[in-house]
């Protein structure tokens, strides 16, 4: 059974990482990791403009949030509090008894183990909180920072492609509790 309930909301920690939720200070970071050009190269999608771009999404996400349609957290240095980027599970569907996954880090923050370590404690939050049994990543096949993140989280590639978006692969993780 499905435990989708996002209030209060979950904070999450790691060796290095504070995942919270995401709040109007943080519309200047968001506004940077959502216009940056390196980072939305994969994602397809609208670069934010302005800040007050950034404003709306923020307040999009919280209302998804509040209606428990997904739950998405900013990334923090615990230490110095510093944003460093999101990681989200959205997209559930009770029937499959699933939801998507999906992250993003700021340029200057990546390769240093940063969303290994957000992904893993995420995951662990949707099979042993949520109680999920399937997570899926969409990622595009030229994004090899990606793909090897999945790969090293032991997501497995599908065989089976994305109609909608055939540049992508589809990696899924079974919870194998």
């Known amino acids: 059974m499905v435990n989708r309930g ?19 200070e943080d519309s200047s970071a968001i506004f940077t990791l959502r216009s940056d050009t390196e980072i ?32 998405y957290w900013a990334i923090t240095l615990t230490n110095s509090k510093i944003f460093v980027g ?3 599970l959205f997209d559930f569907s009770n029937e499959k008894n699933k939801c998507e996954i999906g992250y993003e880090l700021l ?4 390769g ?12 662990d939050y949707a099979f042993q909180i949520i109680q999920l049994k ?8 030229d994004n ?10 032991d997501f497995k590639k599908s065989k ?7 540049e992508c692969a589809i990696f899924t993780l079974t919870n194998s509790l």
């Open 6 to 24: 996002f209030t209060p909301f979950p904070i999450l920690t790691t060796e290095r990482l504070t995942l919270r939720q995401l709040s109007a």
């Open 40 to 71: 939305n190269k994969y994602l397809g999608r609208q670069a934010s403009r302005t800040i007050e771009d950034a404003i709306t999404f923020i307040n999009n996400i919280n209302d998804n949030i509040k209606r428990n349609d997904s739950i």
């Open 86 to 88: 999101t990681i989200c």
């Open 107 to 110: 340029t200057n923050f990546q």
């Open 112 to 123: 240093q183990g940063i969303m290994q370590e957000a992904t893993t404690k995420v995951i």
């Open 134 to 141: 399937k997570i899926e990543a969409f990622t595009h096949n």
């Open 144 to 153: 090899l920072s990606s793909i090897k993140l999945l790969t090293k989280l």
């Open 160 to 166: 089976e492609a994305d109609n909608e978006n055939p």
